[in-house]
C-alpha cells in the first residue's frame, strides 16, 4: 500500500497559502478527463451483449486530489488541483462509452438489467493514477486499469481475460494541463488495446 508523506503534503500546503498572503487561500483548480471515443460502425461485430460491473479502485487513487510521486515511496496529494468528479466514477462513464462506440456488443451495459441475460460481465478496476516527478526532467503521468471478462455462457462461466494495462506518458511541460493531457493520451491508448484484446476474444 503506498505511504503518503502527510509532513509534505503539510509544508506543501502552508508554503502554497503563505504566498497568497494572510487570510487568502489559493483557488482550487478542477479537471476532467476527455478521453477520445472510436466512430461508432453502422454493425457490431457480434450478437452479443456485455455487462460492465462497477468501477472498482485502489483507495489510494479514489479521491479527487491529484497524486504526486515526488521520491521512492513518498507521494503528496495536492488539494488545490482536482478533479471536479473522482476518477471511478468519470471511468465507469468511458469505459462503457468507448466499449459501445467500438462496435463490438450489439449492447452494452453498466446497469443490470433483470429480464437480459448478458453473454460477457466486464469487471474493471483503477490500479495506478499519479504524475510521477522523480526524475524532474523527465515527469510522467502514469495510468494503469485492470480488466477481467467474464464469459457468462451457464456451460463455460470461465475468465477468458485477466490484464493490467499501464501507461507511463511523458509530459509536454511541468503542468497540471500537461499532466491531465498525458493521462488522456494515456487512457486512450489502454482503451485501445482493451477493444483489440476483446475483439479478438468474442469474434
Known amino acids: 500500500m503506498m505511504k503518503k508523506s502527510l509532513i509534505l503534503c503539510v509544508i506543501l500546503s502552508l508554503l502554497t497559502a503563505c504566498s497568497f498572503g494572510p487570510g487568502k487561500l489559493p483557488p482550487v483548480n478542477s479537471y476532467l478527463f476527455a478521453v477520445k471515443q472510436p ?20 483507495a489510494d487513487y479514489a479521491g479527487t486530489e491529484f497524486i504526486y510521486r515526488v521520491k521512492g515511496s513518498r507521494y ?18 468511458i469505459t462503457e462509452s468507448y466499449l459501445e462506440n467500438s462496435s463490438i456488443f450489439t449492447y452494452v451495459s453498466s446497469e443490470a438489467v433483470l429480464s437480459k441475460s448478458f453473454e460477457f460481465i466486464l469487471k474493471p478496476s483503477l ?4 504524475a510521477d516527478y522523480r526524475n524532474p526532467a ?43 493531457a498525458a493521462w488522456n493520451r494515456g487512457l486512450k491508448n489502454i482503451y485501445r488495446q482493451l477493444s483489440v484484446d476483446i475483439r479478438s476474444i468474442v469474434r
Open 39 to 58: 466512430k461508432q460502425r453502422a454493425k457490431p461485430l457480434t450478437k452479443s451483449t456485455l455487462e460492465i460491473l462497477p468501477m472498482q479502485a485502489n
Open 138 to 180: 523527465k515527469p510522467k503521468a502514469v495510468v494503469a486499469m485492470r480488466f477481467i471478462l467474464l464469459d457468462n455462457d451457464p456451460y463455460k462461466k470461465k475468465i477468458v481475460l485477466n490484464k493490467v494495462y499501464s501507461q507511463a506518458i511523458p509530459l509536454a511541460a511541468k503542468t497540471n494541463v500537461a499532466l491531465v
Open 76 to 93: 503528496l496529494s495536492d488539494y488545490y488541483h482536482v478533479f471536479l468528479v473522482d476518477p471511478p466514477s468519470q471511468l465507469a462513464e
Open 127 to 130: 490500479q495506478l493514477l499519479y
